[in-house]
């Protein structure tokens, strides 16, 4: 691995990500429209540590992951994979990279080929990852199964035999085949039932300690993310509105879009079933263009000036970036990569 | 009996089973639970547990076949309405029993109006004028806190937000002022922020229209903000029953107990989750004697043999594990 960036133990850096998708109508597929799906998203990414990603639904999360997979190209901003710029490569470039990103998707079921075994599905990556032999290629297969938890006699069973909580095992093997330093989790337990969910989480955990593996962990189910996550992204429409230490999200947000959400968390100590109602009736979509903050619609404490210009990142403490001015409490600070 | 006033429904030992060519699916196996009047009751489970087929046989909708109802009674202000034909059913459905579904968009109808689907629910109920069952729909929706009722009528169920069509299903539900809803998962497809204005809209009609509310969950998070009372399926039956605060702070089954435990917080980052073994039985192929003895770390020898008594801690707290039961404080001392 080539370590180029300027930070060693740093893993992933996004910085200024931007994507907005056309909107096509009529018989010549005009341009009337951009879903602006990713607007500003920049974060870091720490070896063997987790960032969580949180969000409603539409905010963009899946389209960062995708980004950085590289099934989608950015329009703007850098993706510096171990210091590596991966926006500028071609696809002949990227493939000995894309076996060190690594992909565990929400439907297991879904995600997994019905008509292939779970020992072929895995084996397409132990082939990738350099095992030429067929006699080495079964060991691996059976130790990859052993790390996620599974039998080896399961590698000759198709998906439908198993369980949810199972195929979601042979997703997470699958996608250790190829050993990669970097796992996007996009919802990967919330399919998944309350006891399985555990089991899951778990094998999560435990694959990091022994691998050294760093996890982008989309989610919305904040419950999770307070659990397993170091670091904590929360996005609406397309930009990052807080960055933090996960303790220090939780302990003190600072961003009303954050308290919103944390507020509508059941289960937690900031819950309660009579907290007043924010502004508008949910989520807003990413069509309309606003100018100034894209939470103002929706803010509580928003003013005049939070509808007129953009609002960068403004430092509140250590390691925790709010892109909020009514809550800074010194000057603009730009983000990173500075 | 006093206390039987106030029982607005009480299912009493229900039994619900799938035959299919070689096998019987014992989905509901001998349940029973009451729901008082103005109380919400929470069946709170995992997949596959009979929560929902639990809910669908209140309100007579379990396919007969391959369905059967294999034995019990559910008793609505102390009638049977297993007795029920489908049309005297039909009259309970909707005006007396109501029912909000999971996914709002698959139980709309596409090609109807709001107004026409809300107003259906009436004009089958009642027989009032048409400009009078107009009103009355533009006041539920107002009621259920969407903006410009008058317009929204006219609209299709597509060109609501998820929110807003989960909004017109409870106001559907609402339509003939029932005295019992149930709500089967109606949180589960919404984001955080929408899910916790359903619950707190839920909570404030409740209460204005001194309804029960009968509530179908998987999520014990949702469960601790609005139950009054939980009952805790496994594998169609029910493990452990009791007021909120009991479920939550003095948990007396090992499935309850587990669950809790398994619970992802941020009070417990690194910390182990505990997890439970194993996984959920099949329906068909439940194993002999408690049905959570083979995931249980509390099994013993009997556990494996004997179905399980039901165990009375007081105050309507009830769990169906004796092994836990013999093992309390009181006992030991």
């Given at each position: ?78 993706i510096l994979f171990n210091g590596l710029d991966i926006t500028k490569l071609d696809e002949k470039e ?245 | ?333």
């Amino acid at each position: 691995m080539n370590e180029t960036g300027s930070h060693n133990s740093t893993i992933l850096q996004i910085d200024r990500l931007k994507k907005y998708f056309p909107i096509r109508r009529g018989f010549f597929q005009r341009i009337t429209g951009w879903v602006r799906a990713v607007e500003d998203v920049s974060f870091t990414i720490e070896k063997g540590k987790t960032l969580g990603l949180v969000g409603e639904s539409g905010c963009g999360k899946t389209t960062v992951a995708k980004l950085i997979l590289k099934l989608l190209d950015a329009d703007t901003g850098k993706i510096l994979f171990n210091g590596l710029d991966i926006t500028k490569l071609d696809e002949k470039e990227m493939k000995p990279l894309r076996k060190e990103i690594q992909i565990i998707f929400q439907d297991p079921y879904g995600s997994l080929n019905p008509r292939m075994t779970v020992g072929q599905s895995i084996a397409e990556g132990i082939k990738i990852a350099g095992f030429h032999k067929s006699s080495e290629q079964q060991q691996r297969l059976e130790n990859l199964l052993k790390m996620v938890g599974m039998s080896p006699a399961s590698s000759d069973r198709f998906p439908h035999e198993f369980s949810g909580g199972q195929r979601q095992r042979i997703g997470i093997a699958r996608a250790l085949s190829v050993e990669p330093a970097l796992i996007i989790c996009d919802e990967p337990v919330s399919a998944l039932d309350v006891s399985i969910q555990a089991q899951i989480i778990n094998l999560l955990k435990d694959l990091q300690q022994q691998l050294g593996l760093s996890y982008l962990f989309i989610s919305h189910d904040l419950n999770v993310v307070g659990y397993i996550c170091d670091m904590v992204a929360v996005m609406y429409r397309g930009h990052i509105m807080e960055y933090a230490p996960a303790d220090q999200l939780f302990d003190h947000p600072i961003h009303p879009y954050t308290r919103l959400l944390l507020s509508a968390v059941p289960d937690s100590e900031h819950s309660t079933i009579s907290e007043p109602d924010s502004k508008g009736n949910g989520p807003a979509n990413t069509l309309t263009p606003h100018a100034g903050c894209s939470f103002q619609p929706r803010c509580p404490i928003s003013e005049d000036r939070c509808k007129q210009s953009d609002i960068n990142f403004v430092n509140a403490g250590e390691n925790h970036l709010v892109r909020c001015w009514k809550t800074a409490k010194d000057g603009s600070h730009h983000f990173f990569l500075d | 009996m006093n206390t039987n006033k106030n029982i607005l429904l009480s299912v009493q030992d229900l039994k619900v089973y799938f035959q299919s060519e070689d096998e019987i699916a014992r989905a509901v196996d001998g349940i029973s639970f009451d729901v008082r009047r103005e109380e919400t009751v929470c069946l709170v489970g995992e997949s596959g547990c009979g929560k929902t087929v639990a809910a669908l046989s209140i309100m007579g909708l379990v396919p007969i076949p391959p369905g059967e109802i294999a034995g019990g009674r559910i008793l609505f202000r102390d009638i049977n309405l297993l007795d029920f034909g489908d049309d005297e059913m039909q009259k309970i459905r909707g005006n007396q029993i109501a029912m909000i579904f999971q996914e709002p968009l698959t139980s709309l109808n596409p090609v109807f109006t709001i107004g026409d689907q809300i107003g259906e629910a009436i004009n089958i109920h009642e027989n009032i004028p048409e400009d009078e069952v107009i009103r009355r729909c533009q006041q539920l929706l107002k009621d259920v806190g969407i903006d410009s009722p008058a317009e929204r009528l006219s609209d299709y169920p597509h060109q609501l937000s998820g929110g807003q069509r989960q909004r017109v299903m409870i106001a559907m539900a609402l339509a003939c002022d029932p005295d019992l809803i149930i709500a089967d998962e109606p949180t589960t497809a919404l984001d955080v922020t929408v899910q916790a204005q359903i619950l707190r809209l839920m909570n404030t009609i409740q209460k204005r229209r001194s309804m029960s509310v009968l509530y179908i969950t998987h999520d014990l998070g949702v469960v601790s903000k609005v139950a009054d009372r939980v009952c805790v399926m496994y594998a169609g039956i029910i493990a452990e029953q009791g007021k909120r605060e009991h479920i939550f702070s003095e948990p007396k089954h090992p499935y309850t107990q587990a669950l809790l435990a398994s619970l992802p917080s941020r009070e417990k980052r690194g910390q182990r989750l505990y997890s439970i073994p194993g996984t959920v039985p099949h329906p068909a192929y439940k194993p002999r004697g408690c049905p959570f003895h083979p995931r249980c770390p509390h099994a013993i020898q009997t556990c494996c043999e004997q179905y399980p008594a039901m165990c009375e801690y007081g105050n309507g707290h009830q769990a169906r594990c004796p092994v836990i039961f013999e093992d309390r404080p009181e006992k030991r001392a």
